[in-house]
């Protein structure tokens, strides 16, 4: 089957013409070329919407099982072969996007694993550090920022977690995104345990995001 993928990426793109100004990227001679494990702060729903616009290759994202259930969207997801985060069944997702790399497209993951609507980053979870561990793929951390003033928050029933779900979109003004070095995860000595390992890992990937962040930041107080 044909993936579905330019697909998706025409209906970014219309959204991306309709509510955002302006893409404002720092950081592209970072840019590794080939396959590449991609980690960034998720403040917005929105944001991820721009990333097959700054990377030329297919891009597999990490997401949420309950987004696939959302009618004609889940489908589209689908067939664009993106790939479904089962509660409690990381690993299988891992496994998939280990198979995405090794066909020589990019991998994004969100290590908060749900949004924080910019009010601090979330405890990274250790999946990007284990899969850039088993393949040996280069990690690029990433940090995104949109003003306040440019978002509109949405808010949604979660009925199988009985709690209200609360996502914030860019509706107009610019998109920040700052790109930063490849990481070097390499294994720590002195950190017997491999779990242990992969959460003194994950410390480091969050450390960089949370810079890039604050530089983000530092661009649109100057824009």
């Known amino acids: 089957m044909r993936s579905w993928y330019p697909i998706l990426k025409l209906l970014l793109k219309a959204y991306i013409t309709l509510f955002i100004d302006e893409l404002r990227i720092s950081g592209k001679e970072n840019v590794p070329e080939g396959p590449k494990i991609i980690v960034a702060n998720h403040p917005n729903a929105t944001d991820g ?3 097959p616009f700054v ?3 297919t891009l597999h994202f990490l997401i949420q099982e309950s987004v696939f259930s959302t009618p004609f969207v889940g489908q589209i997801l689908a067939r664009a072969e993106q790939i479904p985060v089962v ?3 990381g690993s299988e997702a ?12 990019s991998v994004v993951i969100f290590p ?7 009010r601090g980053l979330h405890k990274g979870k250790v999946g990007a550090a284990r899969l850039a561990v088993a393949t040996g793929f280069p990690l690029l951390p990433l940090g995104f920022f949109v003003p306040s003033t ?24 610019d998109c920040f995104i700052r790109i930063g070095k490849p990481l070097d995860l390499t294994l720590n000595k002195q950190i017997g345990d491999f779990e242990n390992h992969l959460r003194y890992l ?8 949370a810079d890039l962040v ?10």
């Open 202 to 209: 994950t410390e480091i990937i969050m450390s960089h995001i």
């Open 55 to 57: 990377f030329p290759e």
């Open 150 to 173: 440019t978002l509109r928050s949405f808010s949604k029933n979660i009925q199988d977690e009985e709690r209200v779900a609360t996502s914030r979109w860019q509706w107009g003004g």
């Open 49 to 51: 919407f721009t990333l």
């Open 94 to 105: 891992l496994e998939i996007a280990k198979e995405r790399l090794n066909q020589g497209n």
């Open 214 to 223: 604050d530089l983000a930041k530092q661009d649109a107080s100057f824009a």
């Open 112 to 118: 908060e694993g749900r949004l924080n609507n910019d």
């Open 87 to 89: 509660k409690g069944k």
